[in-house]
T-cell receptor, first 110, second 115 residues
């Protein structure tokens, strides 16, 4: 099983749709979780940290499910500008390493 | 601009040559990471510095790779005797290291092409 796993997509959704991505992780002791957004040929940019209680930032909601070992990202009212690759990141306990998933590609269609 | 900067942005080299990349982190960020990213993959951890100390290094980093952060500010990544498989985007990220969670801010990357 991969340490951090994401569905690569692409997810093609119409403008205004709600879309959700999941990311599973293998180490139950992981404590730090993030979602990053990466545009084509650009660097990753932090979208949001994921807290145990879940957190929301505008149209974006992140949740952590420790029992099933996954994090999720929900995007409401999708915009064309949301088209990007969404990377989940999880720490490897006992190390300074952060493990990135391969990313989920989102295309929002007009 | 007070973000993470990397130089050069692009590097084309011939197989067997040595290359060196530089990363300038956000001022006063004491944590610095190097990653490598290839097409269709997420960034892959290479090494981590806390101030000037290199505290972790990936096993993926062969002895041809070396990184330094001599004064705890900028960092360099050197690849000796480059191979075509080294072609990738090399990303640097810094973090303030003042919170329980380690939010990393990435530079624009150096794209390496080995011919």
């Amino acid at each position: 099983r991969k340490e951090v796993e994401q569905d690569p997509g692409p997810f093609n959704v119409p403008e205004g749709a709600t879309v959700a991505f999941n990311c599973t992780y293998s180490n139950s002791a992981s404590q730090s979780f993030f979602w990053y957004r990466q545009d084509c040929r650009k660097e990753p940019k932090l979208l949001m940290s994921v807290y145990s209680s879940g957190n929301e930032d505008g149209r974006f909601t992140a949740q952590l499910n420790r029992a099933s070992q996954y994090i999720s990202l929900l995007i409401r009212d999708s915009k064309l500008s949301d088209s990007a690759t969404y990377l989940c990141v999880v720490n490897r306990p006992g190390t300074y390493k952060y493990i990135f998933g391969t990313g989920t590609r989102l295309k929002v269609l007009a | 601009d007070t973000g993470v900067s990397q130089n050069p942005r692009h590097k084309i080299t011939k197989r067997g040559q040595n290359v060196t990349f530089r990363c300038d982190p956000i001022s006063e960020h004491n944590r610095l990471y190097w990653y490598r990213q290839t097409l269709g993959q997420g960034p892959e951890f290479l090494t981590y510095f806390q101030n000037e100390a290199q505290l972790e290094k990936s096993r993926l980093l062969s002895d041809r790779f070396s990184a330094e952060r001599p004064k705890g500010s900028f960092s360099t990544l050197e690849i000796q005797r480059t191979e075509q498989g080294d072609s990738a985007m090399y990303l640097c990220a810094s973090s303030p290291g003042t919170q329980n969670t380690d939010t990393q801010y990435f530079g624009p990357g150096t794209r390496l092409t080995v011919l």
